[in-house]
């Protein structure tokens, strides 16, 4: 392999692939990149068995060939490189690597030992907007459950139907829902549980304007982005039917400011029972006001009030402050409605305005 190239292209295309190669003592190939230099292209791929990601670069290749070189090392020497053409020559398991001001050498693991990145057949796939794909992800990530004692929620779950992606995360104290368009591809049925890690590193590459395709077959899922593609295990097992828990009503409903409500919240959690979370709304539909508190044996209490416009009963529910904050910034707007039954069925935040979001918090039981 024998390629000249320029730093920023280079740079660009390790920081895609750098994040998911990781230490592994049982594989230590699994640390490394491969570099692939191809008609014309360098191809750098790296993977951690679940995700694998391969960008492609802009280069002239004198001479094709492959090796694998520590990622970390790599990306940290090309960025402290001046920008500048840099010129790579592979040897062996050696990689030299030359620019106008300095020469150094590299030594690596032949590619031969490198874990093959399952291909996806790029058909009936469909595409989206880069940006709102990243947005939609954005709001429901961080609801998936970290326990994967229960794969199958530790994933985000994918339908496509009538022109429209459904995304959800649940990890059964909360669940988020997001819909958004499908600017092109199959109208078929077809659900899916992708593992959020991998979504969390699509997020990260996603572009600010453009499309992406999402391709999916029996176990593996490809997203093609610009000059990078994302491949994926998919996750085994039924996803819970969600729907059924979506409180088709709500008994008391208020309109809320997201700013000064959190605030309330934030300021109430000082005083909640620790390992607990717990803060305490109050709907009052006459005084048109919420009243949000939280009392500590050890610290004290707390209670404050904000104007709302409360419509339906009185109501009093607890919740755990955390999942209500987070779900409150991840609303995408400056107000939001908030609806609740009674102090054991699920609230409901929504922004504003419909953007085809919703966010189900379970209350904590006293």
């Known amino acids: ?67 694998t070189v520590q990622a970390r090392l790599l ?21 030299h690597v030359a620019s106008a001001s300095s020469k150094t ?35 429901v990530l961080f609801a998936a459950a970290q326990d994967v004692a229960r794969p199958e929620i530790s994933g985000i779950y994918l339908a496509v139907a009538e022109g429209q992606l459904t995304l959800a995360a649940t990890d059964s104290y909360r669940l988020a829902e997001r819909t958004m368009k499908i ?10 549980i992708v593992p959020a890690r ?26 093609l982005v610009d000059s990078a593609e994302l491949t994926t295990r998919l996750i085994e097992g039924q996803y819970p039917d969600y729907k059924q828990i979506i409180p088709r009503s709500s008994t008391s409903e208020a309109r809320v400011d997201i700013e000064p409500f959190s605030k309330l919240v934030r300021t109430a959690s ?19 006001t919420i009243v949000c508190s939280a ?8 209670r404050g009030e904000i104007s709302a416009p409360v419509q339906g009963a009185h109501n009093t529910v607890v919740f755990n402050y955390r999942y209500l904050l987070e779900g409150l910034a991840n609303l995408k707007s400056a107000s939001a409605s908030i609806g609740v039954s009674d102090n054991v069925s699920p609230g409901v935040l929504r922004p504003e305005k419909s953007t085809g979001y919703l966010y189900i918090i379970m209350p904590i039981r006293q």
């Open 1 to 67: 392999m024998k390629l000249s190239c320029t730093k920023e292209n280079l740079q660009s295309g390790l920081a895609v692939v750098g994040r998911v190669a990781s230490k592994n003592m049982t594989l230590p190939i699994l640390g490394n990149i491969l570099l692939r230099a191809e008609k014309g292209v360098l191809h750098l791929s790296a993977t951690n068995l679940e995700v694998g990601v391969t960008a492609r670069v802009r280069a002239k290749v004198s001479r094709d060939g492959t090796l």
């Open 270 to 288: 000082l005083f909640c029972k620790p390992g607990i979370n717990d803060v305490t709304l109050e709907f009052l539909p006459e005084k048109k």
């Open 198 to 223: 991998a979504l969390n590193e699509l997020v990260r590459i996603l572009p600010d304007e453009g499309s992406v395709e999402a391709h999916f077959s029996e176990s593996q899922a490809l997203f």
């Open 75 to 95: 990306t940290e020497f090309v960025s402290l490189l001046e920008h500048e053409k840099i010129d790579l020559d592979a040897e062996g398991a050696t990689l």
């Open 105 to 139: 050498t590299i030594r690596g693991i032949p590619a031969d030992d490198f874990p093959i990145i399952p291909g996806v057949p790029r058909e009936d796939g469909i595409k989206l907007s880069a940006p709102a794909f990243r947005e939609a992800l954005s709001q």
């Open 183 to 192: 600017e092109d591809g199959t109208t078929a049925m077809k659900t899916t």
């Open 295 to 302: 009392a500590n044996a050890e610290l004290g209490e707390h």
